[in-house]
Structure formats: structure tokens, C-alpha cells
């Protein structure tokens, strides 16, 4: 898997030490922090193919932490990874931008696909937006 840049978000932080020590090697570089205050500290300074974010946590919960998320970087793929999943939770975070939403105990390898889909889909909106900015700028010029 080529090197994909990772953030791992979750106050498990054994958790999150073993996932991204899992990650790494498989040749990613996964950046964790424990708060949404601290994701989107992060998120600021740094993009990511992927943010792997945790429903429930202190201070701020994962559906607060990814429209932040989203408002900074709006290519960024949102993939949640909880233990204490709804339905109705699930329906929410994809409505409002989430890639996917997994539950915990997650098998390693669907893990590893969904970053990977992740990281497509963010090139592609990534070349979407160059080409209409382009598009634009040609049709400034009226060539």
C-alpha cells in the first residue's frame, strides 16, 4: 500500500496506539490524537487522506468534530470507526459528509479498503475542483 497520510481520532488511546503502530506498518504515516479539539487543531496544519474518527469522545462527539473537520478541509474523507453505533447516528454522519461509518471490533484488512477508497475518492474531488478552477480561469481569459 503506497504511504497514505492517516489521522486516527479516539480517547481510547490504547486503542489508537496499537491501530496506528498496526497502520504504520503497512508503510502509512497515521498522525492520533484523543479530542476533536485536537483533530481539528491538526486538520489545520496538515492534510490527510483519511481521518479515522470516533463517534463518542469528550468535549466534542464525532459528528461536531467532522462538520469542523469538513468546514476546514472539505476534500477530507471521514471515516467513522465506533463502538457505540446507531442507526440513526450512521444515516446522520453519512447525510452530512461522513465516507463511511464502520463499528468496532472492524476487521483490519475492511479497514485498510475503506482508506484506500478514501484516498481515491479524495483525488478525485481533488481533480474535480482543478479542473472547474481551470475551466473558470480559461473562461475569464475567453480562450
Known amino acids: ?29 497515521v498522525d492520533s490524537v484523543l479530542t476533536g479539539p485536537s483533530a481539528i487543531e491538526r486538520v489545520k496544519d496538515t492534510f490527510y487522506d483519511a481521518v479515522i474518527l470516533d463517534m463518542a469522545m469528550p468535549e466534542m462527539d464525532g459528528i461536531e468534530t467532522m462538520k469542523h473537520l469538513l468546514k476546514i478541509n472539505p476534500d477530507v474523507q471521514i471515516i467513522f470507526l465506533t463502538g457505540k453505533a446507531t442507526l440513526q447516528k450512521a ?3 453519512v447525510k452530512l459528509g461522513a465516507y463511511d461509518f464502520m463499528e468496532k471490533p472492524v476487521k483490519f484488512e475492511s479497514l485498510l479498503e475503506k482508506v484506500d477508497e478514501a484516498k481515491t475518492k479524495k483525488m478525485e474531488l481533488k481533480g474535480k475542483r482543478e479542473e472547474e478552477r481551470i475551466k473558470n480561469i480559461l473562461g475569464k481569459k475567453g480562450w
Open 1 to 29: 500500500m503506497e504511504s497514505y497520510k492517516v489521522l486516527l481520532v479516539d480517547d481510547e488511546e490504547e486503542f489508537t496506539n496499537v491501530l496506528a503502530e498496526r497502520m504504520e506498518t503497512r508503510g502509512m504515516k
Open 91 to 93: 444515516i446522520e454522519a
